[in-house]
């Protein structure tokens, strides 16, 4: 039974809805107890790293190819199948950690594989939600799938994943593979048809998939607000994500926080972006796009000025909890506006490009964090990021003016910004 997700937004958004969350704590369950399994097994760190490297791995590398699947296929199938693939994958791997014959390269397989399927699962599901909702909704639909998300993933499945781990090795795997299926049943109850139009595939058909990689990224270049958007996300990934691979030093060093204040902190950060998730629709139609992006600029240079300057936990825990509400604000208009601007056509490239841009920061910055921080001092990422958010800000301030964001709101939207270029 799912539940009543919002006014106005509908069964089928429901049923999308609860798929998307069952995944996402399915998804958090792995995340959470990769590490501890290879931690178990080995006490190396580059082994252990390694589970987190062959998961960003997969985002690097397929996410533009697998843009072009889901504008070839049928979204809500496709979802389908790579949470059948993925309960197979957990179920052997969950099988053989229960029976003893489970090892890390094993686990690093099934890692690959997983993540992989998450990228298109994840590209394919923001893809369908503008044929699911009315436009006007397409805000608080995103608000209700990014705090579903965010509730599973991120505040959920650390402590479940933590306490089925300490049951039995194999235990969180094997949930987590229950959770696919779920997902998968859910799915397949939307219903419809969830393809481009018939004469727009065939035409698809008769390119080659680097060609239609490039079509979209053609297609994203010109056009001025989606193209800022991402790489803004980029840009910013890559100093939040240095941040936050040192931040367990600095909860240590300068905050004097043992490993549960620490916990806590991502915990601040993570009922933030619950906080803004639900009630980003009404906020943003308070304040506007417009601001909602503007503002959280600023707030993304605070974060980054409370952890280089503060050493008082309740700053630093407030300052996480703004930026996990900011988060889910930015989440919420980004993914609107690229539903509203993008013709259907291209929604999966396109979705898939942002994921890819917004990861390559990831991996950037876990490695910029490491290196600023032993050269100079544990400040160092902090102070770093405080001056790019100011740059950025100051760079893109103009570009989200309320005439370019209206149009982009406009129903239906300016010719100019659906026109997709001959390749």
């Given at each position: 039974?799912?539940?009543?997700?919002g006014?106005g937004l509908?069964?089928?958004f429901a049923r999308?809805?609860?798929?998307?969350?069952l995944?996402?704590?399915?998804s958090?369950?792995a995340?959470?107890?990769?590490p501890l399994?290879v931690?178990?097994?080995t006490?190396?760190?580059?082994?252990?790293a390694g589970a987190?490297?062959?998961a960003?791995?997969?985002?690097l590398l397929?996410?533009?190819?697998g843009g072009v699947?889901v504008?070839?296929?049928?979204?809500?199938?496709?979802?389908i199948?790579?949470d059948l693939?993925?309960?197979?994958?957990l179920a052997v791997?969950a099988?053989?950690?229960?029976?003893?014959?489970g090892?890390v390269?094993?686990?690093y397989?099934?890692l690959?594989?997983?993540?992989t399927?998450?990228?298109?699962?994840r590209?394919a599901?923001?893809?369908?939600?503008?044929s699911?909702?009315?436009?006007?909704?397409l805000?608080?639909?995103?608000g209700w799938?990014?705090?579903?998300a965010t509730l599973?993933?991120?505040m959920l499945a650390?402590?479940?994943g933590?306490?089925?781990?300490?049951?039995s090795a194999?235990?969180?795997?094997l949930?987590?593979?229950?959770?696919y299926?779920l997902s998968a049943?859910?799915a397949?109850?939307?219903?419809?048809?969830?393809r481009?139009?018939a004469?727009?595939?065939?035409?698809?058909?008769t390119?080659?998939?680097g060609g239609?990689i490039?079509e979209?990224?053609?297609w994203?270049?010109?056009?001025?607000?989606l193209?800022?958007?991402a790489v803004?996300?980029?840009l910013?990934?890559v100093t939040?994500?240095?941040a936050?691979?040192?931040?367990?030093?600095?909860?240590?060093?300068?905050?004097?926080l043992?490993s549960?204040g620490?916990g806590l902190?991502?915990?601040?950060?993570a009922?933030?972006?619950?906080?803004?998730?639900f009630?980003?629709?009404?906020?943003i139609a308070?304040?506007?796009?417009t601001?909602t992006?503007?503002?959280?600029?600023l707030?993304?240079a605070?974060?980054?000025?409370a952890l280089?300057?503060s050493?008082?936990?309740?700053?630093?825990?407030?300052a996480l909890?703004?930026?996990?509400?900011?988060?889910?604000?930015?989440n919420?208009?980004?993914?609107?506006?690229?539903?509203r601007?993008?013709?259907?056509?291209l929604?999966g490239?396109?979705?898939?490009?942002?994921l890819?841009v917004?990861?390559?920061?990831n991996?950037v910055?876990a490695?910029?964090?490491g290196?600023?921080?032993a050269r100079?001092?544990?400040t160092a990422?902090?102070w770093?990021g405080?001056?790019?958010a100011?740059?950025?800000?100051a760079a893109?301030?103009r570009?989200?003016?309320?005439?370019a964001?209206?149009r982009a709101y406009a129903?239906?939207p300016?010719?100019?910004q659906q026109?997709?270029?001959?390749p």
């Amino acid at each position: 039974m799912t539940p009543n997700v919002g006014a106005g937004l509908g069964t089928t958004f429901a049923r999308l809805w609860a798929a998307t969350t069952l995944s996402a704590l399915g998804s958090g369950l792995a995340t959470v107890s990769a590490p501890l399994f290879v931690a178990s097994r080995t006490d190396d760190p580059l082994v252990v790293a390694g589970a987190s490297a062959v998961a960003w791995l997969p985002w690097l590398l397929f996410a533009l190819p697998g843009g072009v699947l889901v504008d070839r296929m049928d979204r809500r199938r496709l979802m389908i199948v790579i949470d059948l693939v993925r309960v197979v994958a957990l179920a052997v791997l969950a099988t053989a950690i229960l029976t003893g014959h489970g090892g890390v390269a094993l686990l690093y397989a099934v890692l690959f594989l997983v993540n992989t399927g998450e990228i298109v699962f994840r590209a394919a599901s923001q893809a369908i939600v503008p044929s699911v909702v009315p436009r006007h909704r397409l805000e608080r639909a995103n608000g209700w799938l990014s705090g579903g998300a965010t509730l599973m993933h991120s505040m959920l499945a650390g402590p479940l994943g933590g306490f089925l781990f300490a049951l039995s090795a194999g235990s969180p795997f094997l949930v987590n593979a229950v959770t696919y299926a779920l997902s998968a049943v859910l799915a397949a109850l939307i219903g419809g048809d969830f393809r481009a139009s018939a004469g727009e595939t065939h035409e698809r058909r008769t390119r080659s998939m680097g060609g239609e990689i490039v079509e979209g990224l053609r297609w994203l270049a010109n056009q001025r607000l989606l193209r800022t958007m991402a790489v803004l996300i980029g840009l910013l990934n890559v100093t939040l994500t240095a941040a936050l691979a040192v931040l367990v030093l600095l909860a240590g060093e300068r905050l004097g926080l043992s490993s549960v204040g620490y916990g806590l902190l991502f915990t601040c950060m993570a009922a933030g972006g619950v906080l803004g998730a639900f009630l980003g629709d009404r906020i943003i139609a308070r304040i506007s796009a417009t601001w909602t992006i503007r503002i959280g600029l600023l707030v993304e240079a605070g974060l980054h000025l409370a952890l280089a300057a503060s050493r008082s936990t309740i700053v630093v825990g407030f300052a996480l909890f703004a930026f996990g509400v900011h988060g889910a604000l930015w989440n919420i208009v980004a993914n609107s506006l690229r539903q509203r601007l993008t013709p259907p056509a291209l929604q999966g490239r396109v979705a898939s490009t942002t994921l890819f841009v917004a990861a390559g920061g990831n991996c950037v910055g876990a490695l910029l964090g490491g290196v600023l921080a032993a050269r100079f001092g544990i400040t160092a990422p902090y102070w770093v990021g405080l001056v790019v958010a100011i740059g950025v800000a100051a760079a893109t301030w103009r570009v989200f003016d309320r005439a370019a964001v209206t149009r982009a709101y406009a129903d239906p939207p300016a010719v100019e910004q659906q026109r997709t270029p001959v390749p």
